[in-house]
């Protein structure tokens, strides 16, 4: 009888509130700890998750970019700036720079740069049939601008008023693509290339950036872009504006 009343006595016995204290106490100091460990683990996977994306969207830039250039059947040109801003219907060509400019296999001059685009008409024939608005390709997207000879046998990237104009305009990719990076081309002939010297490839620096300042690398990769043909290098002035 009384073996069954200590039986009684020791079921009803728990854990009391001190045990309690002392459990949420080393499980708050445990779960402290893997929070201590886990969360700068979780920053470097971050920081990998987004070089391997950055990686890829550069690969997948130059991939693109190595396409569009190799093309290249008439001269080759290039531009020191290219941007929003910059007039480059009297500029002349430079050893290196952001804006490349060629003759591609069915004729057209392509312009390529990743530097903006400035307000651009888009003419077929002499209509006007849209317009580009400046932040319609922001900078650090590639793009490019065609052209056609005209009957003077010049190309005019600007009209009389000094408006850019174009035949097509070209986005390469979404802005989307990105993924809120922003893309630097740096363009440079091979050393010892003289002026209208012959031209069997071009160099070139591609470079994302996390902002548009482009003063926070994420990736960066010096590339050749291999010509299917042997063009000539050209620096004189290519284009001017269209007469009124």
Do not use: W
């Amino acid at each position: 009888m009384r073996g069954l009343q200590r039986l009684r006595k020791n079921r009803k016995s728990g854990i009391s509130l001190a045990e309690t204290m002392v459990t949420l106490l080393v499980l708050g100091i445990i779960m402290a700890m893997m929070v201590g460990i886990l969360s700068p683990a979780a920053k470097i996977y971050m920081r990998i998750q987004k070089l391997l994306f950055a990686q890829v969207i550069l690969d997948n830039t130059i991939q693109e970019l190595q396409g569009m250039t190799r093309t290249a059947a008439g001269y080759i040109k290039i531009y020191e700036n290219c941007g929003e801003t910059d007039s480059i219907a009297d500029q002349t060509g430079m050893p290196g720079g952001q804006g490349l400019e060629f003759v591609n296999e069915d004729g057209y001059v392509t312009l390529i740069s990743a530097e903006g685009c400035p307000g651009t008409g888009i003419y077929r024939g002499s209509q006007l049939f849209e317009t580009v608005n400046p932040g319609d390709i922001p900078k650090g997207r590639l793009f490019a601008r065609y052209y056609v000879r005209e009957k003077d046998e010049k190309y005019h990237y600007e009209d009389s008023s000094g408006q850019p104009i174009a035949r097509a305009v070209n986005h390469v990719f979404t802005d989307r693509y990105y993924m809120g990076n922003y893309l630097e081309i740096t363009f440079s002939y091979p050393p010892g290339t003289s002026p209208d010297g012959q031209v069997e490839y071009l160099e070139a620096e591609v470079g994302l950036y996390a902002d548009e300042e482009k003063t926070k690398l994420v990736v960066k990769e010096s590339v050749v872009l291999d010509l299917r043909y042997r063009v000539k290098r050209q620096d004189r002035v290519t284009a001017d504006r269209a007469a009124p």
